[in-house]
Each structure stands twice: as structure tokens, then as C-alpha cells.
């Protein structure tokens, strides 16, 4: 069945850059409404950036305050993988990332997504 697969994060330095990448099998990506969360030990899973899908009558593109200007969100369909470029980075962006799929947009809410990667650690440290 579907499968959501994320790859590239690491260690950096804070003001470092990263580039994560979530590859999809079993879907078309340019059909469905993506978005990336994160999630640090004992917080709750945030809504980093969703973008909504290539047939949307909205164009939707949203980033947390939080990281508006540092990270962006994109897709290539041809490989059907959706990427995070992440710069910029700070401490307190470490968390476990995570891609996620819906056939709709809707939003920052994880509860309204359908598919999900394993996610990807990310660690911002000096």
C-alpha cells in the first residue's frame, strides 16, 4: 500500500542547512495535499509546512511562524517526492521529522492526515 519515506536529516550546526526529502510509492504525489511535521521528546507533534496539492483551486503554501524565511516547501513530480529545504537552522528545530499525505488540504492538524513517513532526525547542535 502507500509508503511515505523520508531521508536527509543529521546533525548540523546551528545556521547550518539541511534538506529533507519523502519519497512516495502507491501514490501520485501532484494529487494529494503534503505537509511536514515535527516533533521533539515530550512536546506535541507541529505542523511545520503544508503545501497543497498540484490540482488545488487554493495554491495553499503554509510555514509556522516559527520558521517562515528559513524553510520551504516544494514538490518534484517527476520524482514524486516532496523536499523541506531547511536553513538557517536553530536548536530548537531538533525534532523528528515527519512527511504526511492527505487527498485534501487541510491544514496543520496531523489527526487529518492519512499517510505518513517513519520520519527523520534532525539535531541542531553546537
Known amino acids: 500500500q502507500a509508503q511515505l519515506v523520508e531521508s536527509g536529516g543529521g546533525l548540523v550546526q546551528p545556521g547550518g542547512s539541511l534538506r529533507l526529502s519523502c519519497a512516495a510509492s502507491?501514490?501520485?504525489?501532484?494529487?494529494?495535499?503534503l505537509a511536514w511535521f515535527r516533533q521533539a521528546p515530550g512536546r506535541a507533534r507541529e505542523g511545520v509546512s503544508c503545501?497543497?496539492?498540484?490540482?488545488?483551486?487554493?495554491?495553499?503554501?503554509y510555514y509556522a511562524d516559527s520558521v517562515k524565511g528559513r524553510f520551504t516547501i516544494s514538490r518534484d513530480n517527476a520524482k514524486n517526492t516532496v523536499y523541506l529545504q531547511m536553513n538557517s537552522l536553530k536548536p530548537e528545530d531538533t525534532a523528528v521529522y515527519s512527511c504526511?499525505?492527505?487527498?485534501?488540504?487541510?491544514?496543520?492538524?496531523?489527526?487529518?492526515?492519512?499517510?505518513w513517513g517513519q520520519g527523520t532526525q534532525v539535531t541542531v547542535s553546537s
Open positions: 504526511a499525505a492527505s487527498d485534501r488540504y487541510v491544514g496543520d492538524d496531523p489527526r487529518r492526515y492519512d499517510y
Open positions: 502507491e501514490l501520485t504525489l501532484d494529487y494529494y495535499a
Open positions: 503545501l497543497a496539492s498540484v490540482a488545488s483551486r487554493e495554491g495553499t503554501t
